[in-house]
């Protein structure tokens, strides 16, 4: 799979859900993002060998629908070259709860031959704020996971808190229930402040309790982000 293939195909969602959007006379929401990270952690695991990466995103929303892609550069050692992840979900409000159920499609540019990268997980998250305290738990299973692994769980607490209207701090513990490599725990927690209505600095401790895996081990990542 080209870089460029899942770029148009992207587009091609993006504006599948805007011709919805009009036909069902709802207003579609676009909502972008580009990030510079000094390392891309996923679930406790540095995916570029602890480098910087560079990361953009784009969202569209319809009512409670809504459907997005994601991207970034990776680095696992061999010919990937990036991650390209289409999602898409409903999201409504139950008894004061948020609710948000959907799915992710996670496609790697350049992946070798009967690396069994790519798979697909769908999403459960339920949260409710608390004045200034947000508190939630997601859920992701995955009938194919990535690599050698094939039915996979992952169990997430979070929580966030706003200080000011610019600073929040936030954390989340989970849980990797794996079926053929040990399953682990990760941890973040870091602080999150807008420097502008669309920049965003992100400075964030990851931990896991894998033992002797250099990419898992402890770290401090910092994050600007750019929303608009």
């Known amino acids: 799979m080209k870089l460029t293939a899942s770029l148009a195909a992207i587009a091609a969602a993006i504006a ?35 480098d910087p990466a560079l990361q953009i995103g784009a969202d569209v929303t319809v009512g ?26 409903y999201r409504t409000e139950l008894a004061g709860f948020a609710v948000d159920l959907g ?14 990268y790519n798979y697909v997980e769908a999403k459960l998250a339920v949260s409710r704020a608390f004045g ?9 299973i995955s009938p194919d996971f990535f690599g050698v692994d094939e039915v996979a769980t992952y ?13 929040s701090v936030s954390g989340a513990v989970g849980n990797q229930q794996l079926d053929k490599s040990d399953d682990y725990v990760t941890y973040n927690v870091g602080a999150a402040y807008a420097l502008t ?6 400075v964030r401790y990851y931990d896991t309790d894998v033992d002797n895996v250099g990419i898992a081990e402890d770290r401090v990542v910092g994050t600007l982000k750019v929303v608009f």
């Open 103 to 116: 799915a992710i499609v996670y496609l790697y540019v350049g992946e070798p031959n009967r690396a069994a």
């Open 16 to 50: 599948a859900v805007s011709t919805a959007g009009a036909a069902s006379a709802q207003d579609a929401t676009f909502a972008f993002n580009v990030a510079g990270t000094s390392d891309y952690v996923f679930r406790g695991f540095s995916q570029t060998d602890e």
């Open 64 to 89: 409670s629908y809504y459907v997005g892609a994601w991207a970034s550069n990776v680095d696992f050692g061999d010919e990937t070259d990036a991650e390209v992840d289409l999602y898409g979900g």
């Open 132 to 140: 200034p305290l947000t508190t939630g738990v997601a859920a992701y």
């Open 155 to 167: 169990f997430e607490a979070n929580a966030a808190y706003a200080v000011t209207d610019k600073l």
């Open 197 to 202: 209505s669309n920049l965003i600095a992100d």
